[in-house]
């Protein structure tokens, strides 16, 4: 059996609130885990830019939506492109070694692999200590003389943007949405499918890639948290919500509740043969039908596409690995997972 092991203080929701609807979290946040509210505020209006987890305002400087969904379609056009490749074979790919990270840094390669070092950098999971590190960095590489990429050499659609920037200031800005965008494709996906290896591994070969995933985005949603502040629309959906309370709605919860799910603590895909993970009550691993994820449509192929690589290389989590901890940041997964070759993975 394989421990996972949630951070004190998501340990505490399941604790005190799995099964509860509504319930005050702190003296001005209400949580919501019931899927009838949770549908209600998240319908009622569209999130502001300060609670859009990607694109809030960039060194002061808002960004419009329509700013953000090209820069979403700009970093969708090369995973496609390097989804159009041909595709890696188990065998000439070692997925081995610590997750997420290896599978973080196998994306990398393969969607950015052609950029320069100083934007090729700002993938690095290390800059996820902390936010003033992040900019430094982008600061630094800003502030190098020269293009960002020679003349003629190949790049990606995102780092195009980046190096038609004229000046610091515009380069900085570039580069901060280039972290912006292509770093949480690559972090997300190297994130579930690493949970989908802690939680199932190995899998039943019978069981379809993307059942795996939908259980495993049902567990460790990668996104546990969607937040809302006050908003003049919530206390009229539910009383317990005061005029100044800010709301969190919490995927989290939802995902586990025993009125929504058969056996909600197990693993098991094979519960999507019969769910459509559209329209299933409480399940939110892409946010809600009003206002989708807007990288949803690369994170799917991408996991596909590792999980593939792993099964065919007969790869599951080490068997000497009987726990993982979950800490408290704001993608949610397991970290440190050990995967290797294991006698009869395959699938």
């Known amino acids: 059996m394989r421990a996972t092991v949630f951070h004190p203080r998501l340990a505490a ?33 569209r999130a502001t830019e300060v609670e859009r987890p990607t694109f809030k305002p960039l060194h002061g400087r808002s960004i419009p939506r329509g700013e953000a ?39 990398r390669d393969l969607i950015l692999g052609q950029d320069p070092y100083r934007l090729r950098v700002l993938m690095s999971r290390n800059l996820e200590l902390t936010p003033k590190l992040t900019w430094t960095v982008i600061a630094a590489g800003a502030a190098l003389p020269g293009r960002v990429g020679r003349r003629g050499a190949p790049l990606t659609a995102i780092a195009g943007l980046t ?31 690493a949970n989908a290896l802690w939680l199932g591994s190995p899998f039943d070969p019978e069981t379809p890639n993307r059942h795996i995933l939908y259980e495993a985005m049902r567990l460790l949603p990668p996104s546990w948290n969607i937040l809302r502040n006050a908003s003049p629309e919530y206390p009229g959906i539910d009383e317990r919500i005061g005029a100044g309370d800010d709301v969190l709605l919490l995927p989290l919860l939802s995902h586990r509740d025993p009125k929504l799910w058969e056996d909600p603590d197990t693993f098991r895909p094979e519960r999507w043969e019969t769910l459509d993970p559209d329209t299933a009550p409480g399940y939110l691993p892409f946010g809600h039908s009003s206002e989708r994820c807007w990288g949803r449509h690369m994170v799917m192929p ?9 099964r065919g290389s ?22 440190d997972v050990k995967v290797t070759a294991v006698r009869g993975a395959a699938a």
């Open 69 to 107: 969904g090209s820069v979403i379609r700009t970093i969708g056009a090369d995973v496609r492109e390097a989804l159009k490749r041909p595709r890696p074979r188990p065998e000439d790919v070692d997925l081995s070694g610590v997750w997420p990270l290896r599978g973080h840094l196998f994306l």
């Open 302 to 310: 991408l996991a596909e596409l590792l999980l593939d690589l792993l």
């Open 163 to 193: 190096a038609d920037a004229k000046g610091y200031q515009d380069r900085r800005y570039a580069m901060g949405m280039y972290r912006r965008a292509a770093a949480p494709v690559c972090f997300t996906v190297s994130t579930l499918v």
């Open 314 to 335: 007969g790869l599951a989590v080490d068997p000497g690995q009987t726990s993982a901890k979950v800490p408290l940041v704001g993608l949610l997964g397991v970290e």
């Open 13 to 45: 929701l399941f604790r005190d609130h799995l099964g509860q609807d509504v319930f005050r979290l702190e003296p001005d946040t209400i949580g919501i885990a019931g899927h009838d509210v949770a549908d209600r505020i998240l319908a009622a209006r």
